[in-house]
């Protein structure tokens, strides 16, 4: 066991669950092989929105819904989340969830494919978290950006793709050299953006977490 994967290990012992309800969420995603976020990478999520204090939230992948409960545990009553999903199988799934929480009046699901939705939809939002198709984030950026108010936060997951984004290019398997091309691009396009003020994390499977200039 490498020491990223004791400190990890560690910090996930110190947790005390997200409620009953999300404690089976994730039990029955890790059992049925549903991608979910990792429990750091959900403590951080929970932590970013408090810090927030969002009034509107945006999330690009939706799963069967389980960090759109996280975050309505962290945020205002009066807030709002708007949540695209476009795998058909989770979307009955995300909503009896929703429903469970009695959540259905502050989640929004809107099903279909971000890239046709982003350009739709007119916010703003004062939190974005993006954990969807990882060969598209930088397509949506735009969007995104568009989208977010100033002062607002975006926190996109999954962005070191198990490590494999820190290796050459030739080094990753022919198929996933597209996703890793685009993934270096995006990481890249968010540290220098000049709208943008960006920190990586190395926790879960990497998250980045920036910050759009300007005053809300």
């Known amino acids: 066991m490498t020491e990223r994967e004791r400190t990890e290990d560690y910090i996930v012992s110190l947790e005390s669950g997200h409620g009953s309800l999300c404690d089976e969420i994730a039990r029955t995603a890790r059992e049925e092989g549903v991608p979910i976020i990792r429990p750091g990478t959900a403590a951080l999520l929970k932590t970013l929105v408090t810090a927030v204090q969002p009034s509107a939230i945006l999330e690009v992948g939706t799963a069967i819904g389980y960090s759109a409960l996280l975050m309505a545990q962290a945020m205002p009553e009066a807030c709002v989340i708007t949540t695209i999903e476009k795998y058909e199988k989770r979307i009955p799934q995300a909503r009896e969830n929703f429903k469970r ?69 030739f080094s990753v398997e022919r198929r996933d050299r597209t996703i890793h091309s685009r993934m270096r691009e995006y990481l890249y396009c968010l540290k220098h953006h000049p709208d943008l003020t960006t920190a990586i994390v190395p926790i879960g499977d990497g998250v980045a977490i920036s910050v759009k200039k300007g005053c809300i």
């Open 101 to 169: 929480a009695g959540e259905e009046r502050r989640i929004h699901l809107i099903e279909g494919d971000a890239g046709d939705i982003l350009q739709k939809l007119e916010g703003p939002y004062e939190f974005i978290f993006m954990d969807a198709a990882k060969g598209q984030y930088l397509n949506w950026l735009p969007q995104v950006l568009r989208l977010l108010s100033p002062g607002g936060m975006l926190m996109s997951d999954n962005i070191l793709q198990e490590g494999t984004v820190l290796e050459s290019r």
